[in-house]
């Protein structure tokens, strides 16, 4: 094994102990090459590679960083991007347990779902208007390995982009009823309002956001299929969870999607 193989390695071994555990762990930045965005999807495929190899169902991508605001704070200009699997979706309506993620946040966002391939390095905007079978309301939970969300690209990366859990609206919406540029996004917490933002605060669009995902992808030989799910990325601040909390995301165009935190010895 080489040393990079190695050093991919040992950072997945550390961040799935931390998942398994939920006991978070030290940055992991100083065992990777520094700022080598590089060595950290290494690890993220290794990662995607276990989870595939022990029957996880892989369903699409999320994009994060996708605002000017955090990417200056991390020190990037681009997005990142992190993989969705089956059991990482939260039906509506159903609580999501306590201890099932370490120190969660919640972001509002708009879901694409794909009804064709994007297999093309170079796709346009008709590309994927015509490959998009539908728009949903979505709610990211968020969730770090790492303790304390110290993190730089290299750890979010690593880990997996930060991804945790997602919930879907319920009602799908064909991309020429809404201008995602233009759309308001107000997010609840327990009633009160914590986020707003528009589509714009997405990288202009989230179907920039998207059509920066798709280009990537193809470029790595792994490009979005028909039925994929992509989180194009927040449209404001994220907002912290924990047990008990009602979070309640409102996109103009999209309608509204809920998600619930469940508290220690709850039924229901």
Not at 36 to 53: I, M
Not at 161 to 188: H, W, Y
Not at 199 to 224: E, H, K, N, V
């Amino acid at each position: 094994m080489s040393a990079p193989e190695a050093a991919a390695t040992k950072v997945a071994d550390v961040l799935q102990n931390a998942a398994r555990t939920g006991v978070p762990c030290a940055p992991v930045r100083p065992l990777l090459p520094e700022a080598d965005v590089e060595a950290a999807y290494a690890v993220q495929r290794l990662y995607v590679e276990r989870a595939v190899a022990a029957g996880r169902r892989l369903v699409g991508r999320k994009i994060g960083l996708t605002s000017p605001a955090v990417q200056r704070q991390l020190g990037v200009g681009q997005p990142d991007f992190g993989a969705l699997f089956a059991d990482m979706a939260v039906p509506e309506g159903e609580r999501i347990a306590p201890g099932r993620l370490i120190q969660p946040k919640v972001e509002a966002e708009v879901a694409l779902v794909l009804g064709a391939d994007l297999p093309h390095q170079d796709p346009t905007v008709a590309d994927l208007l015509r490959a998009t079978a539908f728009a949903l309301p979505a709610l990211e939970i968020v969730d770090s390995r790492i303790a304390d969300w110290d993190i730089t690209i290299v750890d979010t990366v690593a880990d997996n982009a930060s991804c945790g859990l997602f919930v879907l609206g319920g009602t799908p919406v064909p991309l020429g009823r809404v201008d995602l540029r233009a759309v308001r996004m107000t997010l609840t917490k327990n009633g009160e309002t914590v986020s707003q933002g528009t589509g714009a605060d997405c990288l202009g669009s989230p179907l920039t956001a998207a059509l920066w995902l798709a280009s990537t992808l193809a470029r790595l030989g792994d490009p979005l299929r028909a039925g994929d799910i992509v989180l194009t990325g927040a449209l404001g601040p994220m907002a912290l969870a924990a047990g008990g909390d009602e979070f309640s995301a409102h996109i103009e165009g999209l309608g509204t999607v809920t998600a619930l935190f469940g508290t220690e010895g709850a039924t229901a």
